[in-house]
C-alpha cells in the first residue's frame, strides 16, 4: 500500500518535471518570444483535432483571434510553446520576417513528419527539401508556361459553357444554389484535369463505371487525414466512412499509376510519329523528367506530383472563388465595376482568352481581395533544421533573435492578410487595394524560391471563369427570414480547413440573370466543339 502510493509519488513527480523542462527548453528554442502558452501544441495532433478555445488554441486560432493576439503581445512575431504534447511554434504575420523566412533555404526545411498527408503518394515539389526540391522544381517549373495559361483560358470557358447547360441553367432567370461550393470545387477539379493532364473530365460524369474519378477525389481529400490515423486493423471493422475512404483512396491509387504509365507510353509512341505536342502539364513534365536521364523523376515521385497538383491546384483555387463569390454578392457596386469591366473588354458574347487578362483587372482584384480574405493556403510551414536567425522589424524592435533547431514556424498568412500595417482597414472588401502591385508580390501564394509554381495558372482562371460568370449573372445572398446581409456574412463568411485547404464552408448564393441575354454564344460554341468530337 505505501509502496505503491510511493511509486505514484515518485512517477508524477518524474512527469511534473520532464513537462516542466519541456516547457523551459521550448522556452530557450524559441528566443523567450512572447506569446501563448498552453498545454498541446497548436500544430501538434491532439491540438489540432480540438477545437480552439482558451485552453487550447488549435489550429484555428489564426483565423478566430486574427484581430486581437499579435496586438495583444505587442509584436508581430509570437510563439505558441506547449509544455504537454507538441513542438513549440512561432508565428509571424510580418510580412518582412515571412520574408526572411521564405527566401532562406538554409536552417529551414519542411520536416516530413508535417507534410506527411502530402507525401502518402510520393514525394514531390511541395513537399521535398533542399536538392531533392530543386531537382523537383526544375522538372515542374517549366511545364507551367504561356501556352499552359492560353490553354487554362480556353478549356476555363469551354467548361463554363457545358456548366451552364449541363445544369440548365441558361434557360432559366433565377437560379437558387444552397449551396454553390460544389459547382466551383467540380469547375477547378475540371479545369485541372484537362489542363493539367489532358483528361477530358466531361461536365456530366455520372454515367462512369465504378467509384468516379472526381468522387475518389473528393472522398480522399476529406479523409486524407482519417487515413494517416486509423490502424490497418479498423478497416476489418463495419465502419461505412472508412470503407467508402479505402475504396477511395485505391482507385485513386490505381487511376493515377496507370496514368503515369498511359502518358509515358503515349510520349513514345507520339515522338515516333512526330505529332505535334500536347499542351497539358504533365504530359510536358514526363517529358522533361525523360530528357533529365538520371535527374529526372522516378515514378514514385510523378504520381507524388499528381496527387499534389490536384490538390494544390484545386481546393484552394475552388475555395477562393467560392469566397468571392459570397463577398461579390454582400458587395452589388463591385459586381458593378467588374461588369463594365468585362462589357469594355470582352463585349457581350466573346470568352476570354490569355490576351484579355490583364485588361479585365477589375475582375482580377476581386479575386486577389478574395484570395486575401480567405486564403486557400492560410499558413506556410517549415521547421528549422540548425539555428536561424530572424531579425525583427523596427517597430518590433529591431532586435535579432535566435531560434534552435526544431522549432516550428508558421508564416501566418491570414495574419499578414488583415495585418492592419499592412492592408489598412482589412476586414473591408476593398479590391482597388491591389492597384498597381505585382504579381510575385502577391502574399496568398507565398514568396521566394518555393513561391506557388501554380499562381498564373490559378490567376488565368479564375479570372477567366469570373469574367464568363459574372457577364451572365448578378449574385445575391440567400437570407434567412429576417436575416440582414451582416448576419448573412456574420454566418457564412467563416473559414476554416475544409479538405485539405482554407475556405469558407457552404455558401447559399441566388443567381439572377443580367437583362435577358442568353449565353447563346457560348452554347453554341460548345455544340460545334461537341460536334466534331463526335465525327
Ligand atoms: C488560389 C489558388 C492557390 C493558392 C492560394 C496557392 C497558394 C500557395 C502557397 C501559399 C504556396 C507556398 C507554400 C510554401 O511556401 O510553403 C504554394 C505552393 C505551391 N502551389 Fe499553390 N496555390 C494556389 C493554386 C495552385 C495551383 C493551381 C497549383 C497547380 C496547378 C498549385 C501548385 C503548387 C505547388 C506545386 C506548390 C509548391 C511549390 C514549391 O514548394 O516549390 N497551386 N501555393
Ligand atoms: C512552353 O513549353 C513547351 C515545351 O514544353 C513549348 O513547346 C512551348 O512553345 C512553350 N510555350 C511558350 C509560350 O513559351
Given amino acids: 500500500m505505501w509502496l505503491s502510493i510511493l511509486a505514484i509519488s515518485l512517477l508524477s513527480i518524474l512527469f511534473v518535471t520532464s513537462r516542466i523542462l519541456k516547457f523551459v527548453t521550448g522556452l530557450k528554442k524559441v528566443a523567450y518570444l512572447p506569446g501563448l502558452r498552453c498545454p498541446l501544441g497548436s500544430m501538434s495532433f491532439p491540438g489540432t483535432m480540438l477545437p480552439t478555445n482558451l485552453l487550447n488554441p488549435g489550429f484555428d486560432w489564426p483565423w478566430k483571434w486574427r484581430n486581437r493576439i499579435y496586438p495583444s503581445y505587442g509584436s508581430q512575431t509570437i510563439s505558441v510553446v506547449p509544455f504537454l504534447s507538441g513542438v513549440p511554434v512561432v508565428y509571424t504575420c510580418s510580412p518582412d520576417v515571412a520574408k526572411q523566412i521564405l527566401s532562406n533555404q538554409h536552417g529551414f526545411w519542411k520536416d516530413p513528419e508535417a507534410t506527411a498527408p502530402l507525401t502518402m503518394w510520393g514525394n514531390n515539389l511541395l513537399t521535398a527539401n533542399h536538392d531533392v526540391h530543386k531537382r523537383h522544381r526544375k522538372v515542374v517549373g517549366p511545364a507551367f508556361n504561356g501556352s499552359t495559361y492560353a490553354f487554362v483560358a480556353q478549356e476555363a470557358s469551354r467548361l463554363y459553357a457545358e456548366m451552364m447547360e449541363s445544369e440548365g441553367w441558361y434557360k432559366q432567370q433565377v437560379v437558387n444554389l444552397e449551396p454553390i461550393n460544389g459547382y466551383l470545387s467540380k469547375f477547378a477539379l475540371g479545369v485541372v484535369s484537362r489542363c493539367g493532364y489532358g483528361l477530358p473530365f466531361p461536365w456530366n460524369t455520372d454515367n462512369r463505371e465504378g467509384m468516379s474519378f472526381d468522387r475518389a477525389l473528393m472522398i480522399v481529400s476529406g479523409g486524407t487525414i482519417l487515413r494517416l490515423i486509423a490502424p490497418r486493423w479498423a478497416y476489418k471493422l463495419p465502419i461505412k466512412r472508412l470503407h467508402e475512404v479505402d475504396e477511395a483512396f485505391k482507385s485513386l491509387a490505381k487511376f493515377m499509376r496507370a496514368f503515369v504509365i498511359d502518358k509515358k507510353a503515349e510520349l513514345t509512341s507520339k515522338e515516333s510519329e512526330g505529332s505535334s505536342p500536347k499542351v497539358d502539364v504533365f504530359t510536358r513534365l514526363v517529358a522533361a523528367s525523360e530528357a ?53 473588354v470582352l463585349g457581350d458574347s466573346r ?31 517549415r521547421d528549422t533544421d540548425d539555428t536561424v536567425s530572424l531579425t525583427l522589424p523596427a517597430e518590433d524592435g529591431g532586435r535579432t533573435i535566435v531560434l534552435q533547431p526544431g522549432v516550428r514556424i508558421v508564416v501566418d498568412l491570414v495574419g499578414i492578410h488583415y495585418n492592419p500595417r499592412v492592408f489598412p482597414d482589412p476586414e473591408r472588401f476593398y479590391p482597388a487595394r491591389w492597384q498597381g502591385i505585382r504579381e510575385t508580390e502577391l502574399p496568398s501564394f507565398g514568396w521566394g524560391p518555393r513561391a506557388c509554381i501554380g499562381r498564373k495558372f490559378a490567376l488565368v482562371e479564375a479570372v477567366s471563369f469570373l469574367a464568363l460568370f459574372l457577364r451572365d449573372w448578378q449574385v445575391e445572398p440567400i437570407l434567412k427570414e429576417r436575416e440582414d446581409k451582416v448576419q448573412w456574412r456574420e454566418r457564412i463568411l467563416q473559414a476554416t480547413l475544409v479538405g485539405l485547404a482554407f475556405g469558407v464552408r457552404d455558401v447559399p448564393l441566388r443567381l439572377r440573370r443580367r437583362g435577358t441575354r442568353l449565353a447563346l454564344p457560348l452554347i453554341a460554341q460548345l455544340n460545334l466543339v461537341n460536334r466534331a468530337c463526335r465525327d
Fill in 292 to 344: 533529365e536521364g538520371k535527374n529526372g523523376l522516378d515514378d514514385q515521385e510523378l504520381i507524388g506530383n499528381v496527387f499534389t497538383f490536384l490538390f494544390a491546384g484545386h481546393e484552394t483555387t475552388a475555395h477562393v472563388l467560392q469566397a468571392c463569390l459570397a463577398l461579390l454578392a454582400l458587395h452589388p457596386e463591385e459586381q458593378g465595376v467588374c461588369y463594365h469591366n468585362i462589357m469594355q
Fill in 351 to 381: 470568352n476570354p482568352t490569355l490576351d484579355d487578362f490583364d485588361a479585365l483587372e477589375k475582375v482580377l482584384f476581386c479575386f486577389q481581395e478574395a484570395a486575401r480574405m480567405f486564403p486557400g493556403a492560410s499558413v506556410a510551414e
